[in-house]
Nanobody, 124 residues
Framework: QVQLVESGGGLVQAGGSLRLSCAASGLTFGSYAMGWFRQAPGKEREFVAAITWTGGSTYYADSVKGRFTISRDNAKNTVYLQMNSLKPEDTAAYYC?????????????????WGQGTQVTVSS
C-alpha cells in the first residue's frame, strides 16, 4: 500500500513562491511516475505536472510551464513542486498522486494512489 503525504501549502501574495512536498511510503522496487494535480472549488481536478521516478522525465500543463518545476529525491522518497510567479488562479487544493507505470500521464484516472491534499491560496 502506497501512502502519500503532502505539505508546504499556505497563503502567498501574487508573484510569490511556494514549494510543495509529497513524501511517499510503501514504495517497492519498480518503475513508476508521480504527479501533481489541483482542484479549485466547483471545478474538476486538473493536471499540473508529472515526473518519472527513475529517469526524471517531466511533463507540465501549459498553464504552469515556465513557472512550476517538479523534481524528486529518490533517497527521501519525496517529490517536490516548486511554484514561482504564483497567480490568484493557481489557488486550489494540490494533490500528489502515484501510478505504477513509467509512462507520464495527465489523466487523474491513470493514478492509483492519492494524498490528502494541501491548500494553496494566492492573494491578489
Amino acid at each position: 500500500q502506497v501512502q502519500l503525504v503532502e505539505s508546504g501549502g499556505g497563503l502567498v501574495q501574487a508573484g510569490g513562491s511556494l514549494r510543495l512536498s509529497c513524501a511517499a511510503s510503501g514504495l517497492t522496487f519498480g518503475s513508476y511516475a508521480m504527479g501533481w494535480f489541483r482542484q479549485a472549488p466547483g471545478k474538476e481536478r486538473e493536471f499540473v505536472a508529472a515526473i518519472t521516478w527513475t529517469g526524471g522525465s517531466t511533463y507540465y500543463a501549459d498553464s504552469v510551464k515556465g513557472r512550476f518545476t517538479i523534481s524528486r529525491d529518490n533517497a527521501k522518497n519525496t517529490v517536490y513542486l516548486q511554484m514561482n510567479s504564483l497567480k490568484p488562479e493557481d489557488t486550489a487544493a494540490y494533490y500528489c498522486a502515484f501510478r505504477m507505470s513509467p509512462v507520464l500521464s495527465g489523466a487523474p484516472s491513470a493514478y492509483r494512489y492519492w494524498g490528502q491534499g494541501t491548500q494553496v491560496t494566492v492573494s491578489s
